[in-house]
Structure formats: C-alpha cells, structure tokens
Nanobody, 125 residues
Framework: QVQLVESGGGLVQAGGSLRLSCAAS????????MGWFRQAPGKEREFVAA????????YYADSVKGRFTISRDNAKNTGYLEMNSLKPEDTAVYYC??????????????????WGQGTQVTVSS
C-alpha cells in the first residue's frame, strides 16, 4: 500500500498561483497512476487532473485545462499540481489519489484505491 500526504494549500488572491505536493510513502509512486481531485462545500468530489505513467501528458478537467499542470518527481516519490491563474471557483479541498495505471477512466474517484487527507485551497476575489 501507499500512503499519501498533501501539502501546499493556502489562501491566495485570484490570478495567483500555488503548487500542491503529494508525498508518497510505503511504495514507489511511479508504480501507480496519480490523480488530483477537489471537493467544494456542498458539492461532490470532482476530477481535476491525472497522470497514468511517470512520463507522458496528463489528463485535465476542462475547467482547469491550460491553468493547472500535473507532474511527479520519482526521485522524491512526490507528485505535484501546479495551479496558475487561480479563480475563486477553484476554492476547495484538494486530494491526491493513487491507483493501478491499468484499466478504465482516470477521472472517476471510485477507481482510486489510496487517498491523502486533503489540503485546503482558498482563492479570494
């Protein structure tokens, strides 16, 4: 099993940037597909971005495409979500998650086996 711990959340003004980190332990993160999800108050958890392998392009929700970038550093066993041009509607708790790189859609939360505890991102207008 892999344990995941997110960090890097905080309060930022609209138009600003944040970089979230997802530190993995217990297993190498490169063995897993990695996803980022978010959940705003009163809303369901939604897909943000995912990376199936250590190399290659990521998958993004339309709402963040062009603004967010998912990546990972295998040497540090850590994943990242670089968030630029933040908007108030990006405010949510952000979670990283891991699952087998094989199989179906990376956009479905229930397909992920391992989750971090979440980190709060608040974007003020």
């Amino acid at each position: 099993q892999v344990q995941l711990v997110e960090s890097g959340g905080g309060l930022v003004q609209a138009g600003g940037s944040l970089r979230l980190s997802c530190a993995a332990s217990g297993h190498t993160l490169s063995s897993y597909a990695m996803g980022w999800f978010r959940q705003a108050p009163g809303k369901e958890r939604e897909f943000v971005a995912a990376l199936r392998w250590s190399v290659g392009s990521g998958y993004y929700a339309d709402s963040v495409k062009g603004r967010f970038t998912i990546s990972r550093d295998n040497a540090k066993n850590t994943g990242y979500l670089e968030m630029n041009s933040l908007k108030p509607e990006d405010t949510a708790v952000y979670y990283c998650a891991a699952r087998s790189p094989y199989g179906s859609s990376l956009r479905t939360p229930s397909e992920y086996d391992f989750w971090g505890q979440g980190t709060q991102v608040t974007v003020s207008s």
